[in-house]
């Protein structure tokens, strides 16, 4: 058998293979580029009304423009956030998306013996997409004006101060324990089933404080209804610029809020994140979502997936330790 042409045999077959990647490169690209190819799914695992729904429509409308598909608002409550966090970490059509939030990445890892998800390895961290201040209130009868006085007053009169929260690892929950914790101050917990009983009791005035996200109590508060004696943000909010924050009132480096992002299950291909991240971040900063924000005291933010990670990580650390600390278990 004549062997002489076998090298350039070789030659010309690696120049083909070559030559049929590099053709092939340009489908793949275009394949990368049609994502996404047919509308979104956005779940939002809480039930319709409060910050999660304003959050995610408001971004899904913006977003729908940005990706060139529809991108659909989902409403799957149940379990603390777990039954959908559960089917979205599940779901291959890679046109599934969830709305991350404090408590099903921050919280719930620590407060359930046993997720159905793995919050780091089922799912890819898109973008951060808004921060919704905590804010610390009080009954208008109550003899304070400012945080100070009210931790104050709590140790002066231990056992006498309660306050009331949307339930047991609720983002109001944790607010106040973590107040509790740096100050080390003994409040009694009073957990009800929704912010609206709480507010009911606290507006009554038969609880005497607690932690609710801004757009809830806002109009109670301008209403003189209820007294804001601090905000979670690290810097005062324009809405209630007379307000100081918990950092500047004795507590440098506090910071309580609520927070909404964006995840995909681990199986969407990074080029896909990072395009629907670029997508996100630019939604929520367009004029008509910071309106609808600062309408609510919401704050816009914008990440990209390894800034959000990290955000993630620190939140999971900081919520931790509140949790050890005040034993919080799930309802």
Not at 257 to 264: D, I, K, N, P, S
């Amino acid at each position: 058998m004549n062997t002489t042409f076998l090298p350039n045999r070789r030659r010309c077959l690696a120049l083909g293979s070559s030559l049929a990647a590099t053709l092939a490169l340009p489908g793949l690209a275009r394949a990368q580029a049609a994502w996404p190819s047919k509308a979104v799914r956005f779940v939002v695992p809480f039930a319709p009304g409060g910050s999660s729904e304003i959050v995610a429509r408001t971004t899904a409308f913006e977003l729908s423009k940005a990706l060139g598909q529809s991108v659909y608002v989902e409403n799957k409550p149940g379990g603390a956030g777990n039954v959908a966090m559960q089917e979205v970490a599940r779901a291959e059509d890679q046109h599934t998306i969830i709305l991350g939030h404090i408590g099903t990445l921050a919280v719930n890892p620590y407060i359930f013996d046993k997720l159905p998800y793995d919050p780091v390895k089922d799912f890819k961290p898109v973008s951060l997409l808004a921060k919704v201040p905590s804010l610390y209130l009080v009954r208008p009868d109550l003899p304070v004006k400012d945080l100070r006085e009210f931790i104050a007053y709590a140790k002066k009169n231990p056992g006498r101060l309660n306050y009331g929260s949307a339930g047991n690892g609720s983002a109001g929950h944790l607010a106040m324990e973590y107040l509790k914790m740096v100050s080390d101050t003994f409040i009694l917990h009073v957990p009800y089933r929704g912010t609206g009983p709480q507010l009911t009791d606290l507006l009554a005035g038969r609880l005497d404080a607690a932690s609710v996200g801004a757009p809830a109590v806002m109009q109670f508060i301008k209403t003189g209804k209820l007294r804001c004696i601090a905000t979670g943000t690290t810097q005062r909010l324009a809405q209630l610029p007379e307000v100081p924050t918990v950092a500047e009132q004795g507590f440098p480096g506090f910071e309580m809020t609520q927070w909404y992002g964006v995840l995909a299950p681990s199986n969407l291909p990074q080029a896909a994140v990072d395009k629907l991240a670029a997508a996100c971040a630019s939604s929520v900063k367009q004029p008509a979502s910071t309106e609808k924000f600062n309408a609510e005291a919401a704050i816009a933010a914008g990440s990209t997936p390894a800034e959000f990670a990290r955000f993630i990580a620190t939140e999971q650390q900081r919520w931790k330790a509140v949790v050890a600390r005040a034993k919080i278990k799930p309802d």
